[in-house]
């Protein structure tokens, strides 16, 4: 009960919802203040989640049935919803898309549905990409594909799935999708040596050793392995500084609105990648052969703790 729910999810979830669902443009469904300040919305449920278990815990001492309990169930679950729609808005099942196209000529299109919307609008092949993760642990040998146990959240959906590479590897393959004109979806730790208000991630920010005359420093498998990192917040990379073929920072683009940053975009060092990101999704097309041919094995499943379940 320590955490029911949580914000964030994994790469293969958002496809999952996607793929059952579809999605809607921001106008049909606009930001409101919980979906973009989701603390005291977390709250709340984490307090209803929790009143729910002390009834179903009650429910099962008491010797009920599982007709009782699976009405219990699914009124808990009508209420969850209920919050949900207040807070974020109830999803549509249809709606009306007006648009201009690039010679300005009008157009509407009337009852359409969000997976409708996708597929014709949007058309992306969400199998063209994969997660890549980078935990250099020695539970998870490179060039093998992990997932975890009861990581999910569509029943039937996709499994989430990551091939673990070097971190070279990784920023090269970064590098030629952003190249190639298309943004990196990434996970990382995004508060450590980092300031929001300036949009920063430098692990050079601020020095806590200096400050207390002590030894701080862990390895990032170190960090991974005893409690002091783990992904946190998914972004978006939306281009790289190059020198020499080598990249020094990259632009990064956040979601916590316009204030934090520079409109919204900070600037991460490269170092600051190399030891807190841990996480890529890449287009196959830009796999080399033997990486395509690692990300087809059959996983190793992992505890439902580790870092690597975490959601971004």
């Known amino acids: 009960m320590a955490t029911p729910q949580q914000d964030g ?26 979906s973009s300040a989701s603390r005291e919305l977390n709250k709340f449920l984490n307090l209803k989640l929790r009143h729910n278990a002390v009834i179903l815990r009650e429910l099962v001492a008491n010797k009920a049935s599982d007709e009782e309990l699976s009405q219990a169930k699914d009124k808990m679950l009508n209420e969850i919803y209920k919050m949900l729609s207040y807070s974020l808005g109830e999803p549509v099942d249809q709606f009306d898309f007006e648009y201009r196209d690039k010679d300005s000529n009008y157009h509407i299109e009337r009852g359409i549905t969000p997976k409708e919307f996708f597929d014709k609008y949007v058309g992306i092949d969400l199998n063209d990409y994969v997660s890549l993760i980078n935990s250099p642990t020695a539970d998870k040998p490179f060039d093998k594909t992990y997932t975890i146990e009861m990581l ?25 999708q952003l190249e190639s004109g298309e943004t990196v979806w990434f996970g990382s730790d995004v508060g450590q040596s980092s300031d929001s208000k300036k949009g920063i991630m430098d692990t050079r920010l601020y020095a806590p050793d200096e400050l207390f005359s002590t030894d701080l420093s862990l390895s990032k498998s170190e960090r991974l392995d005893y409690g002091e990192s783990l992904m946190t917040h998914a972004m978006v990379i939306t281009g790289v500084d190059l020198v020499d073929g080598y ?6 683009e956040n979601s916590w609105g316009e204030k934090p940053g520079n409109k919204g975009y900070f600037v991460m060092s490269d170092e600051w990648m190399n030891e807190f990101v841990y996480q890529f999704v890449i287009n196959k097309k830009y796999l080399s052969e033997e990486q395509l041919q690692a990300q087809k ?6 505890d439902p703790w580790d870092p690597m379940g975490a959601l971004a």
């Open 247 to 252: 990249p020094t920072k990259w632009k990064v």
């Open 297 to 302: 094995q059959e996983p190793t499943v992992l």
């Open 152 to 176: 999910g959240n569509v029943e039937g959906g996709r499994q989430v799935k990551h091939l673990n590479l070097e971190m070279d590897e990784l920023k090269n393959l970064a590098i030629k």
């Open 9 to 34: 999810g994994q790469w293969d979830m958002l496809c999952a919802l996607i793929e059952k669902y579809g999605i809607v443009p921001k106008s049909v469904m606009p930001e409101t203040f919980s």
